[in-house]
């Protein structure tokens, strides 16, 4: 049953993107100070499976890169433990909803979201059904896959279908109104 707030759900990627990418704290450190007061109010969270991703994310970036260096981002992570939800929670059990996503070929597409040859658990349809569970909105950075019977609907096709809203990083800034500016 959706909630009587709206918050927000967020995908692995935004998250790389927010710490590494595009708005690191070195550059822009606002970006993750009003982040951080998301989190701790609850209004951003993420599936456990976000966590695993990450912590995946850490090993391969240590393997290329050849560093035993602490990962900056999983660390952040790690301190906000609490805003990655379990989805065998009672009051968060997302996980039927999940499964229903991860066996179902959306119309137009001819495979499903997740690839099941892939040895590790992919997050995706993990954020999609706790965003629907709660009636909240998907952060993503995929763009649209047009439907094709060869190919896999992306993030955004998958919570169309389902009526979840998808919207960017950037989207979700100005929902938040947050303007930076520089104090130079």
Same mark, same amino acid.
């Given at each position: 049953?959706?909630?009587?707030?709206?918050?927000?759900?967020?995908?692995?990627?935004?998250? %790389?993107?927010?710490?590494?990418?595009?708005?690191?704290?070195?550059?822009?450190?606002?970006?993750?100070? =009003?982040?951080?007061?998301?989190?701790?109010?609850?209004?951003?969270?993420?599936?456990?499976?976000?966590?695993?991703?990450?912590?995946?994310?850490? =090993?391969?970036?240590?393997?290329?890169?050849?560093?035993?260096?602490?990962?900056?981002?999983?660390?952040?992570?790690?301190?906000?433990?609490?805003?990655?939800?379990?989805?065998?929670?009672?009051?968060?059990?997302?996980?039927?909803?999940?499964?229903?996503?991860?066996?179902?070929? %959306?119309?137009?597409?001819?495979?499903?979201?997740?690839?099941? =040859?892939?040895?590790?658990?992919?997050?995706?349809?993990?954020?999609?059904?706790?965003?629907?569970?709660?009636?909240?909105?998907?952060?993503?950075?995929?763009?649209?896959?047009?439907?094709?019977?060869?190919?896999?609907?992306? %993030?955004?096709?998958?919570?169309?279908?389902?009526?979840?809203?998808?919207?960017?990083?950037?989207?979700?800034?100005?929902?938040?109104?947050?303007?930076?500016?520089?104090?130079?």
């Amino acid at each position: 049953m959706p909630e009587l707030f709206q918050g927000y759900c967020i995908d692995t990627a935004p998250l %790389i993107d927010l710490y590494r990418r595009k708005y690191p704290p070195d550059i822009f450190p606002g970006v993750l100070i =009003e982040i951080e007061t998301l989190v701790k109010e609850g209004v951003l969270v993420a599936p456990r499976q976000v966590l695993r991703e990450l912590e995946d994310y850490e =090993e391969r970036k240590k393997r290329e890169e050849q560093t035993e260096e602490p990962d900056k981002l999983l660390e952040w992570a790690k301190r906000h433990k609490k805003m990655f939800i379990n989805p065998d929670e009672s009051e968060n059990n997302y996980m039927g909803i999940a499964t229903q996503i991860i066996n179902e070929i %959306i119309p137009g597409y001819g495979k499903t979201l997740v690839d099941e =040859e892939k040895e590790k658990e992919d997050a995706d349809p993990f954020v999609i059904a706790l965003a629907k569970l709660r009636g909240w909105v998907v952060i993503n950075s995929e763009s649209s896959n047009p439907p094709n019977l060869n190919a896999r609907p992306k %993030i955004p096709d998958v919570c169309a279908y389902h009526k979840v809203e998808c919207i960017d990083l950037l989207e979700f800034f100005r929902r938040q109104k947050w303007v930076f500016r520089h104090q130079g």
